[in-house]
């Protein structure tokens, strides 16, 4: 039973269960929308929240109008062209989204015996993170509109990672107790620590994301069968990127070593270790496309890596500093 200050074990096991299904879900959007831009998706479905006027995307240019580039050519500068691979990989990309909505929304629900049990934080945070995807709809919506508008799309980028660091709050939140961290000495130069780490990395993705407006108009320039040249022709924006790197990269490492150094817990140890991991990763997937014309799958790996290092980095913060962030009463 709830009380006001204890909530029942299968609400508790219920919440942690959906906060964790929904980040892997939110990631999974990350994913489909790299494979969007390393395709050159983005507008395979030119209106919204339709595809061609339809709620199920045409297969064949059969199925559509014989006007279609009149009526979607003047959006698109008459450069419409019906590619039903491009147009599926968009609408897949716009389902995950939905999905992901939905798993929002019942986390929202799974959050009311916090409410209720006087955790009233967890609820109002999972209520932030829902009105957020729909804001986030509706600059996808905006993207789409304003024909991939780079402002739009750095903006967009800046909230999945708000959202990202709002559900992983609540799953570190509801998951971990305290005592993970060992060194109460170490702990204020670890946690500046963590805070520069969180800046530089979201430095290094905004600077991504500059690289990958740049990186379009490149391959409107150039078109896809030039893929070998379009490091080349991205200005010093990629190479800024590039050096950029090289301090996050050794930064990460010595926070990552401090940290598990003094970690007591062999639940941080694993979230450290997954760290260096994805770092690495991230780091394999810039030099394959900065060196290896940027093969398709290199582009939504180095994003989704991108925002895995910032969320799990995140993560590590938290339970660095759990007796200030993550001190509860008992659940159940």
Not at 83 to 89: G, H, L, R
């Amino acid at each position: 039973m709830i009380s006001s200050t204890h909530i029942d074990f299968k609400a508790s096991r219920k919440f942690r269960r959906l906060a964790l299904n929904t980040v892997i879900s939110l990631y999974l959007v990350i994913i489909a929308g790299g494979v969007v831009r390393s395709t050159g998706s983005g507008m395979g479905c030119p209106d919204w929240p339709k595809c061609f006027g339809q709620w199920v995307p045409p297969t064949e240019l059969s199925q559509l109008p014989e006007n279609y580039k009149e009526i979607y050519g003047a959006k698109l500068k008459g450069e419409i062209e019906f590619n039903p691979v491009k147009t599926w990989t968009e609408y897949v990309n716009r389902l995950v989204g939905v999905v992901t909505g939905i798993m929002i929304f019942l986390t929202l629900l799974a959050s009311i015996p916090y409410l209720k049990a006087g955790y009233g934080k967890i609820f109002y945070y999972s209520l932030s993170a829902f009105i957020l995807v729909g804001v986030q709809g509706w600059l996808g919506a905006k993207v789409v509109a304003t024909e991939l508008m780079p402002g739009m799309i750095t903006i967009h980028m800046l909230l999945a990672i708000v959202i990202v660091f709002i559900l992983l709050y609540l799953f570190t939140w509801s998951t971990f107790s305290t005592g993970l961290f060992r060194a109460k000495s170490n702990k204020p130069l670890l946690n500046k620590l963590g805070l520069l780490i969180l800046g530089l990395s979201l430095i290094q993705i905004l600077l991504g994301t500059q690289v990958r407006e740049n990186m379009d108009e490149v391959i409107h320039s150039l078109g896809y069968g030039a893929r070998a040249e379009w490091i080349d022709n991205l200005g010093t924006g990629f190479y800024i990127h590039r050096s950029f790197s090289i301090l996050v990269v050794i930064a990460n490492f010595y926070w990552l070593y401090q940290v598990e150094k003094n970690g007591a817990d062999s639940r941080l140890i694993k979230f450290v270790k997954g760290c260096q991991v994805v770092l690495l990763l991230e780091v394999l997937s810039g030099i394959a496309m900065a060196y290896f014309g940027v093969p398709p799958f290199a582009q939504p790996m180095h994003l989704t890596m991108g925002i895995l290092l910032i969320g799990i980095q995140y993560v590590i913060w938290l339970l660095i500093n759990e007796n200030k962030y993550l001190v509860k009463k008992s659940l159940v």
